[in-house]
């Protein structure tokens, strides 16, 4: 159907605003998507200008001053350097290994896989908590977690990455089952102006349409090159959670290997049709190893992903002349 990119719709007879009315507020490409989000995860779903717009929206509707934040070990850097500019408004985090119990703490934040280090949470830990639980599964999505189920009571996603899965729409959201949290949520979010365009919400019901086929077959082949990875003499070690399109692997000069792939795009983000790998460091620093290369995993045939990374893995500095 054809995206409505108005910006107002005019009010009804009576002179009151109807369901649309002005597009920060909800328009009607957005509303579609936010429903179809919402059944998938079983919840209420928000959806914001990008990943980075829904985890800030988080923080600014539900987080007070003087509170804390328990962040999972190796997440998203960005969520690390979001809380940190947060310092000077009173709020505070602590990383912690999120396989394990979390420790006190007003906010517990996780991500399920984390990004790039791909552990997963203790969900066990996580329903005891008295704090409220906020869990970014981007690299999941629905397919391979219900966190909503498994004591969460935000999730977070970079529909960016999987969801939309072209790497043609920057968007984020929110899903809760907490109606006072949704509005809050919502009323933030809508004052805030941290709104998805209607072009990006039409996107992220194109993914939608089928994510779990691409899911599938995302997972079927990282799967596969993980199994060749482990078996590789350049690569010291592999992480995978055993489900979705990411892995990170480690080899020893992992600049060399990035920018010798031909196949595979040497580009940052995640979750695309098109195979993405890059080495956090650049952007990270000693948060990760030095040498961990994050691949995403695209829809490429498997045996030509595997040439392109073998073909990388074999050149060296000196044939790159760095």
């Known amino acids: 159907m054809p995206v409505d990119r108005s910006t107002i719709w005019p009010?009804?007879?009576?002179?009151?605003?109807?369901?649309?009315?002005?597009?920060?507020?909800?328009?009607p490409a957005g509303a579609a998507a936010e429903e179809e989000l919402g059944r998938r995860e079983g919840g209420d779903a928000l959806l914001y200008a990008s990943g980075m717009g829904a985890a800030t929206n988080v923080l600014l509707a539900l987080a007070r001053p003087g509170?804390?934040?328990?962040?999972?070990?190796?997440?998203?850097?960005?969520?690390?350097?979001?809380?940190?500019l947060l310092a000077d408004w009173g709020i505070s985090y602590v990383e912690y290994d999120q396989t394990g119990p979390p420790p006190p703490a007003e906010i517990v934040w996780v991500e399920a896989p984390a990004n790039p280090v791909l552990t997963v949470p203790d969900w066990a830990a996580l329903r005891g908590h008295p704090g409220l639980v906020v869990c970014d599964a981007t690299i999941a999505t629905p397919v391979y977690l219900q966190?909503?189920?498994?004591?969460?009571?935000?999730?977070?996603?970079?529909?960016?990455?999987?969801?939309?899965?072209?790497?043609?729409?920057?968007?984020?959201?929110?899903?809760?089952?907490?109606?006072?949290?949704?509005?809050?949520?919502?009323?933030?979010?809508?004052?805030?102006?941290?709104?998805?365009?209607?072009?990006?919400?039409?996107?992220?019901?194109?993914?939608?349409?089928?994510?779990?086929?691409?899911?599938a077959r995302h997972t079927e082949s990282a799967a596969e090159l993980v199994r060749r990875l482990e078996e590789h003499p350049a690569v010291s070690k592999v992480r995978y959670p055993g489900f979705s399109g990411v892995i990170s692997f480690d080899v020893d000069d992992a600049r060399v290997v990035e920018t010798s792939t031909k196949l595979i795009l040497n580009a940052t983000s995640l979750g695309g049709a098109r195979s993405t790998m890059e080495s956090r460091s650049r952007w990270e620093g000693d948060r990760i190893p030095g040498g961990l290369l994050r691949l995403s995993v695209g829809l490429e045939d498997v045996d030509e992903l595997w040439a392109d990374l073998t073909q990388a893995m074999g050149r060296t500095a000196h044939d790159l002349n760095i």
């Open 147 to 215: 966190a909503l189920d498994e004591g969460a009571d935000v999730v977070v996603h970079s529909a960016t990455k999987f969801l939309t899965g072209s790497h043609d729409a920057l968007l984020g959201a929110t899903v809760t089952r907490d109606p006072e949290k949704s509005a809050r949520l919502r009323e933030f979010r809508t004052n805030a102006g941290i709104v998805a365009a209607p072009d990006a919400a039409a996107a992220l019901l194109r993914g939608l349409e089928t994510l779990d086929e691409r899911m």
């Open 67 to 84: 509170w804390k934040v328990a962040l999972a070990e190796g997440c998203y850097y960005g969520t690390s350097k979001l809380l940190g």
């Open 11 to 27: 009010y009804d007879e009576r002179g009151e605003p109807r369901a649309f009315y002005y597009a920060r507020t909800a328009h």
